[in-house]
């Protein structure tokens, strides 16, 4: 696999916009992933309120995402997305008061994470961004997702290529 600058421990900065000459042409060959096509069709309910500890609730008695009105176009993007995914999961409201609980909970929080990874960033889409970017603040802008989901993708895609991998030694 391929390694990159920010694969490296502390290699995020805050640089700003990535500049122009930097950024490969677009292609668009075909429609991008979008989470309020995906609610509308499961006819789930969006809203906005001033959530403070959150981005954003799914509330599976009323078919309801609750979403912070706070969040820039990428959050508000990549929460929907998260949340959606617990509602395609049949994902139930958590308690989290025994340990058991807890640890469910954060199985659920980590599906919902890979499933709306992978429909937010394509594999193709990936590999031309990691050609060029060299932080993880430059691949997310380009990608339109935040630095944890893009760093959630990673990790599926490097687990995906040790699997690829294992199995050409292996057989």
């Known amino acids: 696999m391929t390694s990159h600058a920010f694969d490296r421990i ?3 900065t ?3 916009l990535v500049p122009p000459q930097r950024r490969p042409a677009r292609v668009p060959a075909r429609a991008a992933y979008s989470p ?7 006819g ?3 809203r906005y309120a001033p959530l403070r500890d959150s981005w954003a609730w799914w509330v599976p008695s009323r078919r309801l995402i609750v979403i912070a009105d706070r969040l820039t176009r990428a959050e508000e993007r990549c929460a929907l997305a998260h949340e959606i995914e617990h509602a395609r999961f049949g994902d139930t409201e958590c308690r989290r008061t025994s340990a058991a609980e807890r640890v469910w909970a954060r199985r659920q929080e980590d599906r919902a994470d890979e499933a709306a990874a992978r429909k937010l960033i394509p594999a193709v889409d990936l590999q031309s961004t990691l050609h060029w970017a060299t932080t993880y603040e ?7 997702v935040t630095e944890h989901m893009l760093r959630v993708r990673l990790r ?3 687990m995906e290529l040790e699997c690829l991998d294992t199995s050409r030694t292996a057989g």
């Open 138 to 144: 430059e691949a997310a802008q380009e990608l339109n």
């Open 44 to 46: 789930l309910h969006i």
């Open 156 to 158: 599926i895609r490097r």
């Open 36 to 42: 309020w096509d995906s609610a509308e069709e499961l």
């Open 14 to 16: 805050r640089q700003g």
């Open 10 to 12: 502390g290699a995020t």
